[in-house]
């Protein structure tokens, strides 16, 4: 995913009501820009952290610039933009980067499926194959040197567990990948302390022949890109 133009800088003042936050640019202009991620993005938002942030043409929003990376005061960039982890998995797929999800003749996205009235994010297909479906997620949560998912009590991502196994169940391939957006971040687990029913359904996913993968990305205010896959436990 490249950036085009290259992301502007500008200091963090304040994260408030979930979707806005107020910055301050290197030349002194104060504005307000729109937040995509409703998590608690515990890490990602202190004052005084860099905020990186793209401009829409689009003359009707009312804020026009949006919060895509943080680089943190410790230096480690952080894609707060929960909207990018699908394309990045996308494109990495198209390109053979994920060689796990390699030889799939067609990718298809936001397609309806399980029993709970949901969308799948990610469907691989091709012939003489299973189908293959990805549900992405976005690790952004840094805790003692390790990354955990969820980073609050989601109700939406234990639905998506359910029909995973469910799809499982019926035959086919089901994938749960951690598109990994924190530079801090080597390895992955399950959030138990955060949600625990989530942390349960995982790992009974998991024995039940649900698929993890995880893989970390390289940021910068020209783009993002996957690259290095990551170890997932669960302890």
């Not at 401009?55 to 480690?76: F, I």
């Not at 394309?87 to 999800?101: F, G, P, R, S």
């Not at 992955?188 to 893989?215: F, K, M, N, S, W």
Request: aromatic share 8%; hydrophobic share 35%; proline share 4%.
């Amino acid at each position: 995913m490249i950036f085009t133009p290259s992301l502007k800088p500008a200091t963090l003042i304040k994260r408030y009501k979930r979707f806005l936050a107020d910055v301050v640019t290197p030349e002194g202009e104060t504005f307000t820009l729109h937040c995509a991620n409703t998590g608690a993005m515990t890490g990602c938002a202190t004052p005084g952290d860099t905020v990186w942030y793209s401009t829409s043409n689009n003359a009707k929003r009312k804020y026009p610039h949006s919060w895509e990376l943080t680089q943190t005061q410790q230096n480690d960039w952080i894609c707060v933009n929960t909207l990018r982890a699908n394309t990045l998995v996308h494109e990495a797929i198209e390109q053979n980067v994920i060689k796990e999800l390699a030889d799939y003749s067609k990718i298809s996205s936001e397609v309806k499926y399980g029993h709970e009235n949901s969308r799948i994010d990610l469907l691989l297909q091709a012939e003489n194959r299973v189908n293959c479906y990805i549900e992405v997620k976005s690790v952004t949560l840094l805790q003692h040197e390790c990354g955990y998912f969820p980073d609050a009590v989601t109700l939406r991502g234990q639905k998506h567990l359910r029909e995973l196994q469910n799809v499982v169940e019926n035959g086919q391939r089901a994938v749960l990948f951690f598109a990994v957006l924190h530079s801090g971040i080597k390895q992955v687990a399950p959030a138990h302390h955060i949600d625990t029913r989530y942390a349960v359904l995982l790992t009974q996913a998991r024995q039940l022949g649900v698929e993890v993968i995880c893989y970390g990305a390289e940021l910068s205010p020209d783009g993002i890109s996957l690259y290095e896959k990551l170890p997932f436990f669960i302890d």
